[in-house]
C-alpha cells in the first residue's frame, strides 16, 4: 500500500476510534469528573510502559525486520519466534514485578491503596496482550494494513462497550478495567485477523532462538525503553505534579487537552507508523527515501495544520462534545498545545529515520534530551504560569526538536531535487 491508501484507510481507523473516544470520554467525564480522568491518564501511561516492558521494546524492531524480509520465510521465522520467546520471558517478569509491589504502585498512580486490585488483574492479562502485540507488529511488517485497521477498528467498538458498561457499574475502578478488558478483547480479535496469514504458523513462532535476530532487535529495548517507557513515566511524574502543585482538577484538565491531540493526531501518527516505518526500512536508494519524506510532508502536513485550525476554531463545542462544563477551563489551554502538535508532526516525519535506520546511539541522546527538556520547562511553566505553562513547555519542545531533526538529516533535505 501507498501512503494516500494507508493515510485512507487510517483516515477509516481514526473517525471510527474518535467517534468511540468522544463516547467514552463523555462517559467518563460525565461519571467521574476532572479528577476521574486524571487517574484513567495515569493507569493509560502505566499500561504502555507495561506493555512495552513486556515485550523488551522489541516492537520497532520486529517491524522493521519482518518488512525487510516478508519474501524470505526461513529469516522472519527466526524473527517471529525470537520475539515470541522474548515476550513470554519479559511479560512473565513484570507480571510477577506487579503482583508483589502492587500495592506500592496504586498509592503512587492514584493516592489510594484501594485501586491495587486493579493492578493484580493487570498483571495476570499482561501475557495475552503483548503475544497479542506480536501479532500486530506481524501484520504491519507484512504491510497487511487492512487486516490491521479492520482489526484495531473492531477492537475500539468492543473496547467502547465495555467501557461504558464498566464505567456505569464502577465508576473510577470500572473505567480503570475497562483498559485492562479491551487489551484482552484486542488479543481475541488480532488472532482471528492473522490465523489467515501465510506467516500464522506455529513453526514460525516456535522454532529456534536466533541469536543475531536477538542481538538485532536488542538496539531497539533500549531506543523503546527512552522513548516510550521514560516518556510515559514523565507524563506520571508531571501529571502528579500538578495534582500535588495545582489539583487533581487540574491534573484532569491537562489529561483532556493531551487527549484531544491524541485522538485529532491518530489518523496522522498510526499513517507513519504503519507506512512509513516499513517503508523506509526496505528503502536503500537516498533518492527513493528523499522523495518519501518530502512525499510526506507534502501530504501530512497540510492536514495537520488544516486539523489545528479547525479544532481551535471550535474548542468551545468540541469542549462541549467531550466533556462536561466542568472542563471549561481547557479552552486556554488549545493555542500553545496546537502548535506543539503541528512541530511535532513536522519533526516525526524526520525522526522516524532514526528508527528505521536503527541510528540507535543518535536516537537515544535526541530523546533523552527533550524528554527532559519537555519535563524541566514544564515544571519551570507550572511554577511561573499555572497550568498553562504546560502547553508552552510542549510548544517550545517540538519547534527545538523539530529544527534539530533539520539539522540532523540536512544532507537529505539540501541535497534534493525534483
Do not use: C
Amino acid at each position: 500500500m501507498n501512503l494516500k491508501s494507508t493515510t485512507f484507510w487510517s483516515a477509516i481507523y481514526t473517525i471510527i476510534r474518535m467517534l468511540s473516544g468522544i463516547v467514552s470520554i463523555k462517559v467518563i467525564a460525565y461519571m467521574i469528573g476532572p479528577a476521574g480522568v486524571a487517574y484513567v491518564g495515569q493507569f493509560q501511561n502505566f499500561l504502555t510502559i507495561t506493555n512495552s516492558s513486556s515485550n523488551m521494546g522489541i516492537g520497532q524492531g520486529t517491524i522493521k525486520y519482518l518488512a525487510e524480509h516478508k519474501e524470505e520465510e526461513n529469516a522472519y521465522a527466526k524473527i517471529l519466534s525470537t520475539s515470541f520467546i522474548i515476550t513470554i520471558i519479559s511479560s512473565s517478569i513484570i507480571s510477577i514485578l506487579i503482583l508483589i509491589f502492587h500495592k506500592e504502585l496504586s498509592v503512587y498512580l492514584f493516592h489510594k491503596e484501594e485501586l491495587s486490585f486493579v493492578l493484580i488483574v493487570l498483571a495476570f492479562s499482561i501475557t495475552i496482550y503483548s503475544t497479542g502485540q506480536i501479532l500486530m507488529h506481524a501484520l504491519n511488517g507484512f504491510q497487511e494494513i487492512k487486516k490491521l485497521i479492520t482489526a484495531r477498528i473492531l477492537t475500539s467498538l468492543l473496547g467502547l462497550v465495555s467501557t461504558i458498561i464498566l464505567v456505569i457499574l464502577g465508576g473510577v475502578e470500572g473505567a480503570l478495567l475497562a483498559l485492562i478488558i479491551s487489551q484482552i478483547i484486542g488479543f481475541g480479535i488480532l488472532i482471528y485477523y492473522s490465523k489467515s496469514s501465510a506467516w500464522f504458523s506455529k513453526a514460525n513462532f516456535l522454532s529456534n532462538w536466533d541469536s543475531d535476530s536477538f542481538k538485532k532487535l536488542s538496539h531497539f529495548s533500549m531506543m523503546t525503553f527512552v522513548s516510550v517507557i521514560l516518556l510515559n513515566i514523565r507524563q506520571i511524574y508531571l501529571r502528579d505534579y500538578i495534582i500535588v502543585q495545582l489539583s487533581p482538577e487540574a491534573a484532569g484538565y491537562w489529561q483532556a487537552i493531551w487527549k484531544i491531540s491524541e485522538l485529532y493526531l491518530t489518523v496522522i501518527t498510526f499513517s507513519l507508523s504503519v507506512y512509513y516505518l516499513p517503508k523506509l526500512s526496505a528503502i536503500k536508494e537516498k533518492k527513493e527515501l528523499q522523495q518519501e519524506i518530502f512525499k510526506g510532508y507534502k501530504f501530512l502536513i497540510p492536514i495537520v495544520l488544516v486539523l489545528s485550525i479547525s479544532i481551535f476554531i471550535t474548542r468551545d463545542l468540541i469542549i462541549f462534545i467531550l466533556f462536561t462544563p466542568d472542563f471549561h477551563a481547557v479552552r486556554d489551554l488549545f493555542f500553545y498545545q496546537l502548535i506543539g502538535d503541528v512541530f511535532k508532526i513536522a519533526s516525526w516525519i524526520l525522526s522516524f529515520l532514526m528508527v528505521a535506520k536503527a541510528m540507535t546511539k543518535t536516537f537515544i541522546i535526541t530523546e533523552i534530551i527533550f524528554i527532559s527538556l519537555f519535563a524541566f520547562l514544564s515544571l519551570v511553566g507550572v511554577e511561573n504560569y499555572g497550568l498553562i505553562g504546560m502547553t508552552y513547555a510542549f510548544a517550545i519542545t517540538y519547534i527545538v526538536y523539530f529544527f534539530t531533526m533539520l539539522f540532523l538529516f540536512k544532507d537529505i533535505l539540501l541535497s534534493y531535487r525534483h
